[in-house]
């Protein structure tokens, strides 16, 4: 591997510092992992760090294939397991406080990116204020002046990808929420956070927000 950032070396070290009586009988006798093996220690590294060069793409490709259909369908529960076995042929995985990497490993990796959250989450909620109120059918009707904004609903991280992205070993994995869901929020790296944020307290105020209410309904089509 190289050109990965020196904060995941103790990756790199522990992947690399194991007995050559650890590898696999089909791997060479000089010490030099290969294969799956190889594989598996690589995807360790590579899903540590938001930096992935070309070298990794054998490892991540292999590791994100590995999926396990029931009925048509991915069981995500086993592909986890699937994944987690893969990670363990690396024979540093069982050293201190691996096992538990490679856990949240399994379960994030892949679903805890600012891009995944922000896919997944997707969602319209409107910005509105009267503009006409009149007689229909015996009763008074309020028309809205309504603007739809794209925003994502979920604005806390959940546990798994916590455990996953805040690690000590880890580079640059950390993603936060800017702004509110119901007025445009979404994630984004926690390296660009602040900046974005003081952007968009700078969009989202004032005569943005002056005289409008906020509804994850279309009061022109609510009954």
């Known amino acids: 591997m190289k050109h990965l950032p020196a904060v995941v070396g103790v990756l790199a070290f522990a992947c690399a510092s194991f007995p050559a009586s650890a590898q696999l009988s089909s791997e060479p006798s000089n010490g030099v992992l290969s294969g799956t093996t190889r594989l598996a220690c690589e995807a360790i590294l590579c899903l ?12 991540l490709g292999h590791y994100f294939d590995i999926k396990v259909l029931h009925k048509g369908s991915l069981d995500w529960g086993a592909t986890v397991d699937a994944r987690r076995a893969f990670l363990g042929m690396c024979p540093a995985s069982s050293s201190t406080e691996m096992p538990g990497r490679l856990d949240a490993i399994s379960r994030g990796a892949g679903k805890c990116t600012a891009d995944y959250l922000n896919n997944v989450y997707a969602s319209t909620s409107y910005r509105y204020k009267p503009r006409n109120i009149f007689w229909n059918g015996g009763q008074f009707t309020e028309d809205f002046d309504v603007t739809p904004i794209k925003t994502v609903t979920l604005s806390k991280l959940p546990s798994y990808c916590v455990a996953y992205n805040d690690h000590e070993w880890t ?12 007025k445009g929020g979404y994630w ?14 700078a969009d ?10 906020f509804s994850w309904t279309n009061p022109n089509t609510t009954p």
């Not at 580079?171 to 119901?182: A, N, R």
Request: with cysteine; glycine share 10%; hydrophobic share 30%.
């Open 171 to 182: 580079y640059e994995l950390g993603i936060k929420y800017v702004g509110e869901p119901l």
């Open 204 to 213: 989202h105020s004032g005569a943005w927000a002056e005289g409008w209410e």
């Open 188 to 201: 984004i790296k926690a390296s660009s956070h602040d900046a974005a944020q003081a952007k968009w307290n």
């Open 48 to 59: 540590s760090s938001s930096l992935q060069p070309g070298e990794c793409s054998p490892s």
